[in-house]
């Protein structure tokens, strides 16, 4: 839970602090950057108690939407020894509500996405050298799940959670599936390798383990399961279209490149815009990979089903 917490965060949008019973309804606070790091922190260690309920949308940005029991947001403010402004503020709010039978507070967090990465070169670090004893660590550590999309597996690639190889430490060191694996080096990807199409209603893992299932019914798959595969391929890829009428392309790479060259402030939007846009990996580069096996084949008939209506 604390992982989640924190790892979504978008601190640049404010954070909304508001009571959760409708006789208070109205009363809120919204604290702005920097004040919003101040009580994400303050926050933080209280992960256990947060409980997510959904996430809202708005014309900016979502945010995940999170619940707090009034007497343990109290309870870990009377334990501070050193208060700031932002958290007496706070305190004096909440402590406020409670008076007025408040039991539980809403938090309005902007969420983060970063469904797509871009790999930067850096000398001495090529990007297949493999370091084995820091991949053994990162699978202990992740238990052998995509850091993307959940799917488990032995045989995932080492990934560096911020891009760069030199930070070994615990907290940057997960492990990403031969699909996921694409999202994360978009910008040396071509036109060859995959196309970015506008999939509103589906979420990353679930585009993930979609071609995962799509590969493995193309390689050991029957006629008919082959031929739905082929169909529903189609019909993801048709999605092309709405890239291409509103960023002006659906390559990849060129995705790639404009995060990479984007300033870290730009990127972060870019992210944020890019969170309905899907790759749709080429599945020929997915036949070879043994560690792509998806759902049994068993369920295909449900899946293609479930697919196929929307042609
Ligand atoms: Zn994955």
Same mark, same amino acid.
């Given at each position: 839970m604390m992982n989640t917490f924190l790892?979504?965060?978008?601190?640049?949008? /404010?954070? =909304?602090i508001e009571p959760c019973e409708e006789h208070e309804s109205g009363e809120k606070m919204v604290f702005e950057a920097p004040e919003n790091n101040a009580i994400i922190a303050l926050i933080a260690p209280l992960s256990e108690c947060l409980?997510? $309920?959904?996430?809202?949308?708005?014309?900016?940005?979502?945010?995940?939407?999170?619940?707090? /029991? =009034?007497?343990?947001?109290?309870?870990?403010?009377?334990?501070?020894?050193v208060i700031n402004s932002a958290t007496r503020t706070l305190l004096m709010k909440v402590r406020h509500w409670q008076k007025n039978s408040v039991t539980l507070l809403r938090l309005n967090v902007a969420h983060r996405y970063y469904t797509f990465e871009t790999e930067q070169q850096i000398w001495g670090h090529e990007s297949n050298a493999v370091s084995e004893p820091l991949r053994k660590r990162a699978r202990e550590l992740t238990r052998d799940c995509c850091d993307l999309c959940g799917y488990s597996h032995p045989e995932h690639t080492l990934r560096f959670r911020d891009g760069n190889?030199?930070?070994?430490?615990?907290?940057?060191?997960? =492990? $990403? $599936?031969a699909v996921c694996l694409f999202s994360t080096r978009l910008n040396r990807l071509s036109a060859n390798d995959g196309v970015m199409v506008y999939l509103p209603t589906m979420a /990353?893992?679930? =585009?993930?383990?979609?071609?995962r299932t799509l590969a493995l019914?193309? +390689?050991?798959?029957?006629? +008919?399961q082959k031929k739905d595969a082929a169909s529903i391929l189609n019909w993801l890829i048709s999605h092309r279209e709405e890239t291409e009428?509103?960023?002006?392309?659906?390559?990849?790479?060129?995705?790639?490149?404009?995060?990479?060259?984007a300033s870290p402030e730009l990127r972060e939007t870019l992210q944020q815009r890019l969170r309905h846009v899907a790759l749709i990996v080429n599945p020929e580069l997915l036949l070879n990979h043994s560690n792509q096996s998806g759902p049994p084949l068993d369920a295909w008939p449900q899946l293609s089903q479930h697919f196929l209506c929307h042609d």
């Open positions: 790892q979504h965060i978008w601190q640049r949008y /404010p954070l =909304v409980y997510h $309920c959904g996430i809202s949308h708005n014309e900016e940005y979502d945010s995940d939407v999170w619940l707090l /029991p =009034v007497a343990d947001c109290l309870r870990h403010i009377d334990a501070l020894t190889p030199e930070n070994d430490t615990d907290n940057n060191l997960g =492990v $990403c $599936c /990353p893992e679930d =585009v993930s383990h979609l071609l019914a193309r +390689r050991e798959g029957n006629e +008919r009428a509103y960023w002006g392309t659906s390559h990849p790479g060129e995705f790639g490149q404009a995060l990479l060259s």
